[in-house]
């Protein structure tokens, strides 16, 4: 038992001297986790409590609600997103959602579909009203913390959440 | 005593008839000439040996009716039996004269067939597939009273043996003379009881359309009959048909019987916002254009004619706090009817839209107005500043039409509209005509609409676990159908019409129309892509106008006007 434990002991030794734990490194982590889609990171939380903290920062969510649009958007939307809720819940209740649907649109339209595609100013400016109004509802509604409320949407979204009948 | 006639007919049925059937003449018949005798008191010729598929059409039948059409029945007005004949006759002439057969009934029961030839009789595949209101009659009433009205006409069948094994038509011969027959064509029996559903909606909307027709031409008991025959064929369908005749049916009785329908308590605004697109369609496209108005602008004003629960106002919030140049500062005036519990609703709507403003970051400020009708409010109440310090929107989203009630009262708020001094004016109505002053064209109008609107809502109801909104707005729909087909009057608010009907209104109270752009199409093309079940919506470009419409029926429309007649620029 105790010989099997020296074993051990000596392999991580070993394994310190010559690798790099990429937990050791935040922005290297950060890079990587930001070209990854929406579920990947969301499995990525699962992964390990440093993991899931870092996921958990909005910035993250930022980054992948807009990076594929071929203009970024303008500079007062960060306060509003984030004053509606964050970016994760965006991503949440509306992007995903929103792009998902009208992907799959496309495609049965016969176009050939990239998995990554851009998606341009009025489908972010349609899921941007639509978060507010899912807002409004909740707050209409009464939740007790309609601010960053629960993890389910108000009705008005319920119809994204539903799948395409097609 | 009954037992023993109907013996004595069967021995003469069966000496006197070929043998169409050897089979049968050969089997050995068992006590009363092989007749059950409980359907024999019914009037029922059937032998035992058929009970199993008798039976087994029975259930068929029931299912056919609904799971509860039995009890459905039960609860119909028990009819008057002299009232019955000619009705009687008008069904059973229209059923004869689909048959194939060239030899239909006139007007009597008494038809008798020549010696030969292909008489027939009623199967109950037939009974079920032709005559679905004939077979209803077994559970109305008591069934002894049922063979006095029928005297045993219709149920008398002279012979044995529902020929359920023969599929080329049913041949038998029937004794002349002490028997009636009713003369039903020789459809090839099938096997399995399908109520033709289509024509069973076909027959529907016709008796629909047949009983405004009486009611037209004021013969309300013809119209009673039609309207209490409807209720039956309801029984045998569903979908989206099934619900929207009842509506129309309960709508005609209210009209028939001049029983007015209360005023409605609650809202149902939210649930129709929520389980279909038309409001969620009218509010974008509506904000779109007085977004575009509000270009550039520092100050706005928006007066909503339709607060309800202001659910329009979060979007045109969030895009002008977004917009280049940061948020005007945005005064919104809200009008609504008194609420029967007298809370102030107006205020609390504009304390919830405060509470969004504050956190989105613009500048906001709400005034509330309750008044019993549009035509109450006049611009001077409204705080209208001068258009150079403020921009004004006016905005209506079906509540237009409702002025079209009272004389007068449209023309008089589109002159107090302009004494407001929009920039723009944007109004959504339904796209119909249902204020004919003609009741039979409304009525005709209204049920091609509301089919549209309630097979629309089946559609969305394949995606949705949560029914409730669907049936409330249901109900918000049926209040309308009501409105539109039993009211009258000042009571008659629903009084839509289309969108060629309010551009010559709009261009004769001196507003010239306003384009909606692109912007405005792509965005409700994009919403609509979103709506699962959303294949069947389609947005369409009118002249500047936007319409939504279920495939190929528009359903409602979008369109923005401006003070100032077209010759101006």
């Known amino acids: 038992m105790l010989h099997t434990h020296n074993n051990i002991l000596e392999r991580e030794t070993k394994r310190e001297k010559h690798n790099i734990s990429i937990n050791d490194h935040n922005d290297i982590l950060i890079e990587v986790l930001q070209r990854l889609d929406g579920r990947s990171l969301a499995a990525a939380a699962c992964v390990c409590k440093k993991w899931c903290s870092i996921v958990r920062n909005d910035a993250l969510w930022e980054h992948l609600c807009f990076r594929q649009l071929s203009v970024p958007p303008s500079v007062g939307v960060r306060s509003v997103v984030l004053a509606l809720g964050g970016y994760r819940r965006l991503y949440l209740m509306c992007v995903r959602p929103v792009v998902s649907r009208l992907k799959k649109r496309r495609s049965n339209g016969g176009h050939t579909e990239v998995v990554r595609r851009l998606w341009n100013r009025n489908e972010v400016e349609l899921s941007l009203s639509l978060f507010c109004v899912e807002y409004y509802e909740r707050l209409l509604l009464g939740d007790g913390g309609a601010v960053g409320g629960g993890e389910s949407a108000a009705k008005s979204l319920r119809f994204l959440c539903k799948t395409v009948n097609v | ?569």
Request: one cysteine or more; proline letters at 4%.
């Open chain 2, 1 to 569: 005593m009954k037992r023993g006639r109907e013996r004595k007919k069967e021995t003469q049925t069966t000496s006197s008839s070929p043998p169409a059937k050897p089979k049968d003449l050969t089997q050995t018949l068992p006590d009363s000439g092989g007749m059950d005798e409980l359907l024999e008191v019914l009037g029922y010729k059937v032998k035992s040996t058929d009970m199993a598929d008798v039976a087994q059409k029975l259930e068929q039948l029931e299912m056919v009716m609904g799971e509860d059409g039995v009890s459905q029945l039960a609860d119909t007005v028990h009819y008057n039996p002299s009232d019955l004949s000619g009705w009687y006759q008008s069904m059973l002439s229209e059923i004869n004269n689909t048959g194939s057969d060239g030899v239909s009934s006139s007007v009597d029961f008494d038809i008798t067939l020549p010696g030969d030839a292909s008489t027939t009789m009623i199967d109950f595949s037939n009974n079920n597939v032709t005559n679905g209101q004939q077979t209803s009659n077994m559970y109305d009433d008591d069934p002894y009273d049922l063979r006095a009205i029928a005297g045993g006409a219709i149920y008398g069948i002279s012979s044995t043996d529902e020929s359920l094994e023969d599929r080329n038509g049913i041949k038998r011969m029937k004794s002349a003379g002490s028997d009636e027959i009713i003369d039903v064509p020789p459809e090839s029996p099938r096997p399995v009881v399908l109520v033709d559903s289509q024509e069973a909606g076909i027959r529907l909307v016709h008796t629909l359309m047949a009983c405004a027709e009486a009611v037209q031409q004021n013969n309300m008991k013809l119209a009673d009959a039609l309207v209490k025959h409807v209720g039956i064929l309801v029984a045998s369908q569903a979908g989206a048909m099934a619900k929207v005749a009842r509506y129309f049916a309960s709508a005609l009785a209210q009209r028939i019987y001049k029983i007015y329908p209360r005023e409605s308590l609650e809202d149902l605004h939210m649930h129709f916002y929520e389980s279909c697109p038309y409001l969620k369609f009218a509010h974008f496209t509506a904000n779109q254009a007085i977004l575009e108005a509000f270009a550039g602008a520092t100050r706005v004003h928006v007066i909503d004619f339709s607060l309800n629960q202001g659910m329009q106002w979060p979007a045109l919030m969030q895009a002008l706090a977004l917009r280049n140049g940061g948020p005007p500062a945005f005064r919104l005036t809200g009008i609504g009817p008194p609420q029967p519990d007298n809370t102030d609703a107006l205020q609390q709507v504009g304390w919830k839209l405060a509470q969004l403003a504050d956190t989105i970051g613009v500048e906001f400020e709400f005034r509330g107005f309750v008044a019993n009708s549009l035509a109450d409010i006049d611009a001077g109440m409204l705080d209208i500043r001068p258009t150079d310090e403020e921009v004004v929107a006016v905005n209506s989203v079906f509540e237009l039409h409702r002025l079209l009630s009272r004389p007068g009262a449209v023309d008089k708020v589109l002159n107090s509209m302009k004494d407001m001094k929009p920039k723009i004016v944007t109004i959504v109505e339904q796209e119909s005509s249902h204020n004919d002053t003609v009741f039979l064209n409304r009525f005709n109008e209204a049920l091609h609409y509301y089919s549209t609107m309630f097979d629309s809502l089946e559609s969305s109801a394949l995606t949705q676990s949560n029914t409730l909104d669907l049936e409330m707005s249901e109900v918000y729909l049926g209040r309308q159908i009501c409105n539109v087909v039993a009211c009258e009057g000042t009571d008659r608010v629903e009084r839509h019409e289309t969108l060629t009907q309010w551009r010559t209104r709009m261009n004769s109270a001196g507003f010239s129309p306003v384009h909606l752009g692109s912007n405005a199409f792509k965005q409700a093309s994009m919403l609509l892509a979103l709506f699962a079940g959303g294949d069947g919506y389609r947005v369409e470009e009118n002249d500047g106008c936007l319409m939504l419409g279920w495939h190929t029926r528009p359903l409602i429309a979008t369109s923005a006007w401006q003070p100032g007649s077209v010759v101006e620029t």
